[in-house]
């Protein structure tokens, strides 16, 4: 079964500490991974997106790491900033049926504190 | 400004009142999508459109209709409300689905509440 799964559910940081979201995967054929924030009350927003040959992406203080190998998935925050408070959503694209298809993690709700 | 409108932002009904929900974009997107979003879930398709007069269900689309006349809109319609159906909608669009990099462009979401 075509599954995308997250982690943490939730996190809590101090502003200006790194933090790294792992997203683990199941799809099949893998097309790319994307990485959304979505604000409270707000739709997702890209930030990253991968392909099968490509195993980081930076934007800005976001990187995101692939492995298609193991089907993992990370995005690492550097220095976070109370903007920062997010969920941020692992969506992973495949091929069936003639076209692409997404499947959404749940997102991992991140907290930066002062 | 490039942008996925969606209205209204809010609303609140009761059951069995039938409803629409707008999304327009302003892209010139072929594909356009609506999802539902609930609390511990991720976000889960309810239907898509490919191209004008092209709809297809997605993963939950039971109690929900939509129609695709126009490229730019693509309304959600519920016939007949349920307690069940309270949640976050947001509808979307991208360029294509067959190409590579397609990205999606969300609306701003409406809450929808049914009592």
């Known amino acids: 079964k075509n599954q995308v799964e997250q982690s943490p559910q939730s996190l809590i940081i101090l502003e200006g500490k790194n933090c790294t979201l792992q997203?683990?995967?199941?799809?099949?054929?893998?097309?790319?991974l994307r990485w959304y924030k979505q604000d409270t009350g707000r739709g997702p927003v890209s930030l990253t997106i991968m392909t099968f040959s490509e195993n980081t992406k930076s934007n800005g203080r976001y990187t995101a790491t692939l492995d298609a190998d193991t089907k993992q998935s990370s995005l690492h925050i550097t220095a976070s900033q109370l903007s920062d408070s997010a969920s941020y959503i692992c969506v992973v694209t495949f091929f069936s049926g003639g076209y692409n298809k997404l499947i959404f993690g749940a997102g991992t709700r991140l907290a930066v504190h002062p | 400004e490039a942008q996925v409108t969606q209205n209204p932002r809010y609303l609140i009904t009761v059951t069995g009142k039938k409803l629409t929900v707008t999304c327009s974009q302003n892209m010139n997107h072929e594909y356009m999508s609506w999802y539902r979003q609930d609390p511990g879930l991720g976000l889960r398709q309810i239907y898509y459109s490919m191209n004008v007069e092209v709809t297809d269900k997605g993963d939950v689309p039971e109690g929900y209709k939509v129609s695709r006349k126009e490229k730019r809109n693509f309304p959600l319609i519920l016939e007949s409300p349920s307690p069940n159906q309270t949640s976050l909608y947001f509808c979307?669009?991208?360029?294509?689905?067959?190409?590579?990099?397609?990205?999606?462009?969300f609306g701003p979401g409406t809450r929808l509440t049914v009592l």
């Open positions: 997203c683990n995967y199941t799809v099949s054929p893998f097309s790319n």
């Open positions: 979307a669009s991208s360029l294509g689905v067959g190409a590579t990099y397609n990205e999606q462009f």
